[in-house]
């Protein structure tokens, strides 16, 4: 649960980093990547959370893998 909650406060901490005005068409650019990567992360972390819930055994350790999957997917899927 500590890892749990560490990772969150790790991806919210990078999620408010990219915040604020871009100054320049470079720094737009940092700031989209930082959200893209914080999203990316982000939907595998809460995937493999939500996937952790279902199955035992072998069985929960594919649900782990599939929802970071598909959570990685959808952080991909909201950057574009």
């Given at each position: 649960?500590?890892?749990?909650?560490?990772?969150?406060?790790?991806?919210?901490?990078?999620?408010?980093?990219?915040c604020?005005?871009?100054?320049?068409?470079?720094?737009?650019?940092?700031?989209?990547?930082?959200?893209?990567?914080?999203?990316?992360?982000?939907?595998?972390?809460?995937?493999?959370?939500?996937?952790?819930?279902?199955?035992?055994?072998?069985?929960?350790?594919?649900?782990?893998a599939?929802?970071?999957?598909?959570?990685?997917?959808?952080?991909?899927s909201?950057?574009?």
């Open positions: 649960m500590k890892k749990v909650t560490i990772s969150c406060l790790l991806l919210g901490t990078l999620a408010l980093a990219a604020g005005a871009p100054t320049t068409p470079t720094q737009a650019q940092v700031q989209h990547d930082a959200r893209c990567a914080a999203g990316i992360l982000g939907g595998a972390a809460l995937g493999g959370v939500v996937g952790n819930r279902f199955g035992g055994g072998s069985g929960q350790t594919l649900a782990t599939a929802g970071a999957g598909l959570g990685m997917y959808a952080g991909q909201a950057c574009n």
